[in-house]
């Protein structure tokens, strides 16, 4: 199968190519509306063009949409735009990514999504910080397998149903949350408002850097980190773990413990301080510097199990969001913010009926975890074989 540029076959970032009439109709859609589950981009809204032509990034409806920016690209947001109108304007933080005639649209789609594209292009991200971001020559240069139109109609065909059943298993075993949220309700219906600082209760650090100078004498080992992609809403994805060249003494600061809640900084506004709690997955772990780790301290009330339903709360949530810093539809908290996050005081009876229950959540959904596991590794194996001629 031969490959050829992707700059090749489609246009990146293309201009809108036409003249708008100030008041025509238009879709507006932000960063958040992109769906990392769905590979969809949807409008927020219809909007003149004349409030939108200056600051936004133009496409057409069927366009496909790459986001270029920490933690987004990581976190795998590319979809298809699915306008309401011909022409919309979005996030200047997308790149977009028009088919030429030569390539069928769900086909491409289908290959950026994979975990080759995402990998190599963290890699070739620039710029440091919150701020790194995948280049248009990324993209422009990227090698895509091209068989023959009808082939690739075929391939696509098999992944958009693959996809779908990789979806409706994590639609399934979304009722783990809204049995945990149930449980949480009771016990705070229970307490009062008594609220201290996070940090009174716990250490929050934040994680390992990549690319930081290390003297040339330094002595390091490879450790696995976690990175933003790893951290889930109340799960590890660890399909994919990468290793960071690291010094004794930071193995010591950043070295996960059983029980640790990671955290991310940011994302979409709806994952604000998204994460889950460190079981001991690996044998050895670190985190990334846009993942934070919070260790409660010794003689905390809280437990982890409530601190990490509490965390995952509407009035978390709610918190999260007013303190959040935004822009061009990213929401990112620093670690000042997490440790003024407000939790309550309760008692140990409370928290242990809490995980009584909690223990009993996690045993009925476990097949459908489970379930989940083997559909999306199955997923991935038939992804990689369409890329390589195998299907």
Request: aromatic share 6%; glycine share 8%; proline share 6%.
């Amino acid at each position: 199968m031969k490959t050829v540029a992707l700059g090749e076959i489609a246009n990146i970032n293309p201009r809108l190519g036409r003249t708008m009439a100030s008041d025509e109709p238009v879709s507006f859609v932000p960063m958040a509306y992109l769906s990392d589950q769905s590979a969809a981009a949807t409008p927020e809204s219809v909007r003149p063009f004349g409030e939108v032509a200056k600051g936004y990034t133009p496409m057409l409806d069927g366009d496909l949409l790459v986001a270029k920016i920490t933690p987004c690209f990581e976190n795998g947001k590319i979809g298809q735009a699915q306008l309401t109108t011909r022409v919309g304007m979005g996030s200047t933080e997308f790149h977009v990514v028009r088919p030429s005639a030569e390539i069928d649209a769900r086909y491409l789609l289908h290959f950026l999504r994979t975990p080759r594209v995402n990998q190599a292009g963290r890699l070739r991200m620039t710029g440091s910080g919150g701020q790194r971001r995948v280049p248009a020559a990324y993209l422009e240069e990227l090698g895509v397998p091209l068989p023959p139109l009808d082939e690739q109609r075929r391939i696509a065909t098999i992944l958009d149903r693959a996809a779908e059943l990789v979806r409706l298993t994590a639609q399934a075993t979304a009722f783990e949350g809204a049995l945990l949220r149930g449980a949480l309700m009771r016990v705070i219906a229970s307490l009062d408002d008594r609220r201290v600082p996070l940090s009174s209760e716990a250490d929050i650090v934040s994680g390992i850097t990549k690319g930081r100078k290390l003297s040339s004498e330094a002595q390091t080992q490879e450790v696995p980190y976690l990175a933003v992609s790893n951290v889930q809403a109340g799960h590890l994805n660890l399909t994919s773990v990468r290793t960071i060249a690291v010094t004794p003494a930071e193995l010591e600061r950043y070295r996960l413990q059983r029980d640790d809640l990671l955290l991310t900084e940011g994302g979409d506004p709806d994952k604000l301080g998204r994460g889950t709690l460190w079981r001991e997955e690996l044998p050895l772990s670190l985190h990334q510097n846009h993942v934070f780790r919070v260790r409660l301290k010794r003689g905390a009330s809280l437990r982890p199990a409530m601190l990490a339903a509490w965390v995952a709360s509407s009035e978390s949530r709610r918190y999260f969001l007013r303190s959040a810093k935004q822009t061009t539809g990213i929401a990112s908290i620093n670690k000042a913010q997490l440790g003024e996050l407000p939790v309550p005081v309760m008692d140990g009876a409370t928290q242990a009926r809490f995980e009584s229950e909690l223990k009993a959540i996690e045993r009925a959904v476990e097949p459908l975890r489970q379930r989940q596991a083997v559909v999306h590794v199955l997923f991935e194996t038939v992804q990689a074989r369409a890329f390589s001629g195998e299907l």
